[in-house]
C-alpha cells in the first residue's frame, strides 16, 4: 500500500495481520533462541498462537481504529498462549489505551499508543527482568520519539532502536550470553514490528533471525546455563483465566505473586488471564477459584518442556568413529548419565513420549558412525527404532532394551575395540542379565491378575506385570523388590524421578537397606517423568 498519514481500523487490521505472517515465518527460528525464562523451544509459536486467535475471532472490524484495536487487545488476551504471548496480548491492551476514543491515528497517536503499550507490559509482569521482550518493547517506544514525524518514519525508527536493544540482550541476560543467542520474546517482538513497517512502506519485510547453531554450533546446553534462573525451571507453566465481575487486578496480582514465579497478570474487572510458573499448580489453582470461575486451564510440566529443546537444538558434533550407540532416554539426568557410560548421544523419549522415526534417524546420522548400535529402551520404542535403522545411511543394529535400565546394562557390557556384531550380543545379553521394576500411578481402574487397582493408585509393576498396588511409594518399592527373591550381596539402583526429591529418595533407598539384609543399594536422580522409581536388581 501507500504511505499513508493516518490508520484507520481497515488498515490497523491488515497492519495487524502483515505482523502476525512476518512473525509466523520466522516463528521456527525464534523458537530455537528460546532459553529465558525456560528453555522450551516455544516462543515464536506462543506469539504466533496468540495473534492468530485474535485474527480469528469474530472480530466487527471498522473504520473506527480505538474499537479495532480494543477488540483485539480483549481476543489476544483470551488467547494469549505462554509467558510470551501474554506479555505480547498485554501490549495490544496498552496500545488499545493510547488508542482510545480515536478514530484515525496519526504519527503522534501512534507514539502514544506504543508508549503505553510498553509501560503495559513491564505492569503485567511480577517481576520485570531486563534483556527480555519488556525491555526490546521499551526501546522501541523511546527510539520512535523524535518530534514531529510521519507514520512511516515513527515504525522505521522504532523497529531500529528495537533491533539495537535486541542485540543488546546477550550484555543483560548471562544465560542468553552464554547459549550464543538473543532473546527470544524480543526477536518475536521485531518480527512484529518488521511486519508492520512492511505493510506501511508497501516493502517486503527483512528480517535476520540468527539461530544457536549459527552463532555457536558447538555450544552443549546444559543445566548449568541455567544457573541464575534455577527457581523457575522446576515444576508447572500454569494458565488459566478467572471469569467473575468486579475482579480486583491489583490484588489478585499481587496474591498470585505470592505462591508462584514469573508470573504475568492481565485482564480488566471481569477476565483475568494468569500465567505462572509454580512447583505445584494446585494452590495457584484453588486461588483463582476464589475469585471466581476458570476457564482455559492448561498445565505443562517446564521439565519436560526443556529436556525436549535441549534434546532437539543442542547436540554434540561428533568425529567419525567405527561404531556409536543411539540411546532413546527420557530425561535430561538420563542423558547425562548415558552418554557418560560411552552412548555417543541421545534421543528424548520414552513412555507417553515416544519419539519418531525420523527423530531417531536424525540422532543415527548425528551419530557420524559407520556402525550405530540403538538402544530403544521401551517396547513401544523398538518398532521405531527398527525402521529408523532400515532407512540409515550407514549399518545399523538394534539391541531390543525394554527399559532405561536394561539400557545401562547394556552400556556396560560394550567394548569400542570389539566389532559391533560382538558388542550387539554382549550388550543385550547384559541387559538380560538383570531384573527391572517400575513404581508409578496407576492411570486408570483396573483388575490385572488379580490386583484391583483404583485410578491415582501407586502401582508397582516386574519386568513388565503388575506386582504391587497400594497408595504409600515406599510400601510398593518394598513389595516390588521382594517379588525378586534378592539375596544378600545382590545390588539394587533406584533411579527416582522428576516427581521426588533426593532427600525423600535417600530415605527409601535406606528403608529398603534395612529390610534385605546384606543387599547393596545405589540411588541416582532419573529425573524420568511419571515414574517414581525406575529399579534394577543384580
Known amino acids: 500500500m501507500a504511505i499513508q498519514d493516518k490508520i484507520d481500523g481497515y488498515s490497523f487490521w491488515e497492519m495487524i495481520q502483515a505482523g502476525a505472517a512476518c512473525l509466523e515465518e520466522h516463528s521456527e527460528s525464534i523458537n530455537a533462541l528460546n532459553v529465558f525464562p525456560v528453555p522450551d523451544g516455544d516462543t515464536g509459536i506462543n506469539m504466533t498462537l496468540t495473534l492468530r486467535a485474535a485474527l480469528n475471532s469474530e472480530i466487527q472490524v471498522s473504520s473506527n481504529v480505538g474499537e479495532v484495536a480494543q477488540a483485539v487487545s480483549r481476543a489476544s488476551m483470551l488467547g494469549a498462549r505462554g509467558n510470551s504471548g501474554v506479555i505480547l496480548s498485554q501490549f495490544f491492551k496498552g496500545f488499545a489505551?493510547?488508542?482510545?476514543?480515536?478514530?484515525?491515528?496519526?504519527?503522534?497517536?501512534?507514539?502514544?499508543?506504543?508508549?503505553?503499550?510498553?509501560?503495559?507490559?513491564?505492569?503485567?509482569?511480577?517481576?520485570?527482568?531486563?534483556?527480555?521482550?519488556?525491555t526490546v518493547m521499551r526501546a522501541a517506544a523511546a527510539g520512535a520519539d523524535k518530534g514531529d514525524q510521519s507514520i512511516s518514519a515513527v515504525l522505521n525508527l522504532a523497529l531500529e532502536s528495537a533491533e539495537t536493544a535486541l542485540e543488546y540482550t546477550p550484555s543483560q541476560l548471562p544465560v542468553l550470553a552464554e547459549a550464543g543467542v538473543v532473546d527470544a520474546g524480543g526477536q518475536g517482538f521485531v518480527?512484529?514490528?518488521?511486519?508492520?513497517t512492511s505493510y506501511i512502506d508497501g516493502t517486503a519485510p527483512v528480517l535476520k533471525v540468527g539461530s544457536p547453531a549459527e552463532i555457536n554450533s558447538h555450544h552443549i546446553f546444559t543445566q548449568s546455563d541455567l544457573g541464575h534462573t534455577e527457581d523457575e525451571l522446576f515444576g508447572f507453566c500454569t494458565q488459566f483465566l478467572i471469569l467473575g465481575s468486579e475482579l480486583r487486578l491489583s490484588e489478585i496480582k499481587e496474591a498470585v505473586s505470592s505462591v508462584a514465579d514469573s508470573t504475568v497478570v492481565i485482564g480488566d474487572d471481569q477476565v483475568v488471564r494468569i500465567h505462572a510458573h509454580a512447583s505445584d499448580p494446585g494452590p495457584l489453582l484453588s486461588l483463582g477459584l476464589s475469585y471466581g470461575n476458570l476457564d482455559q486451564i492448561n498445565i505443562m510440566n517446564m521439565d519436560l518442556q526443556h529436556q525436549e529443546f535441549i534434546s532437539k537444538n543442542y547436540k554434540p558434533l561428533l568425529n567419525h568413529s567405527d561404531q556409536a550407540?543411539?540411546?532413546?532416554?527420557?530425561?535430561?539426568?538420563?542423558?547425562?548419565?548415558?552418554?557418560?557410560?560411552?552412548?555417543?548421544?541421545?534421543?528424548?523419549?520414552?513412555?507417553?513420549?515416544?519419539?519418531?522415526?525420523?527423530?531417531?534417524?536424525?540422532?543415527?546420522?548425528?551419530?557420524?558412525?559407520?556402525?550405530?548400535?540403538?538402544?530403544?529402551?521401551?517396547?513401544?520404542?523398538?518398532?521405531?527404532?527398527?525402521?529408523?535403522?532400515?532407512?540409515?545411511?550407514?549399518?545399523?543394529?538394534?539391541?531390543?532394551?525394554?527399559?532405561?535400565?536394561?539400557?545401562?546394562?547394556?552400556?556396560?557390557?560394550?567394548?569400542?575395540?570389539?566389532?559391533?556384531?560382538?558388542?550387539?550380543?554382549?550388550?543385550?545379553?547384559?541387559?538380560?542379565?538383570?531384573?527391572?521394576?517400575?513404581?508409578?500411578?496407576?492411570?486408570?481402574?483396573?483388575?490385572?491378575?488379580?490386583?484391583?487397582?483404583?485410578?491415582?493408585?501407586?502401582?508397582?509393576?516386574?519386568?513388565?506385570?503388575?506386582?504391587?498396588?497400594?497408595?504409600?511409594?515406599?510400601?510398593?518399592?518394598?513389595?516390588?523388590?521382594?517379588?525378586?527373591?534378592?539375596?544378600?550381596?545382590?545390588?539394587?539402583?533406584?533411579?527416582?524421578?522428576?516427581?521426588?526429591?533426593e532427600d525423600k529418595a535417600t530415605a527409601h533407598a535406606e528403608l529398603v537397606r534395612s529390610k534385605f539384609d546384606g543387599v547393596d543399594v545405589e540411588i541416582y536422580e532419573g529425573g524420568q517423568p511419571y515414574y517414581h522409581y525406575l529399579v534394577a536388581i543384580e
Open 325 to 501: 550407540i543411539v540411546a532413546v532416554v527420557p530425561s535430561l539426568q538420563f542423558d547425562i548419565l548415558f552418554r557418560d557410560q560411552g552412548a555417543a548421544l541421545t534421543v528424548l523419549g520414552g513412555q507417553s513420549m515416544n519419539p519418531s522415526a525420523e527423530e531417531i534417524l536424525n540422532g543415527i546420522k548425528d551419530a557420524n558412525s559407520d556402525h550405530v548400535l540403538i538402544l530403544p529402551n521401551n517396547p513401544n520404542v523398538k518398532l521405531s527404532a527398527i525402521q529408523a535403522s532400515e532407512m540409515a545411511e550407514c549399518a545399523c543394529t538394534v539391541v531390543p532394551t525394554e527399559s532405561v535400565p536394561h539400557g545401562i546394562a547394556a552400556l556396560l557390557a560394550y567394548n569400542s575395540n570389539l566389532e559391533p556384531a560382538y558388542n550387539a550380543n554382549a550388550m543385550q545379553e547384559s541387559a538380560e542379565g538383570i531384573v527391572t521394576g517400575e513404581v508409578t500411578v496407576a492411570a486408570r481402574d483396573a483388575k490385572v491378575g488379580g490386583i484391583k487397582v483404583e485410578e491415582g493408585q501407586i502401582i508397582g509393576m516386574l519386568e513388565g506385570s503388575l506386582v504391587s498396588c497400594n497408595d504409600s511409594v515406599p510400601e510398593v518399592l518394598i513389595d516390588l523388590i521382594s517379588k525378586t527373591n534378592v539375596d544378600a550381596g545382590d545390588l539394587i539402583t533406584l533411579y527416582y524421578g522428576a516427581d521426588l526429591k
Open 191 to 196: 518480527a512484529l514490528l518488521a511486519g508492520f
Open 97 to 134: 489505551i493510547g488508542l482510545e476514543n480515536i478514530e484515525q491515528c496519526t504519527a503522534a497517536d501512534l507514539l502514544l499508543a506504543l508508549k503505553t503499550a510498553s509501560e503495559a507490559g513491564y505492569e503485567a509482569v511480577g517481576n520485570p527482568v531486563e534483556g527480555t521482550i519488556l
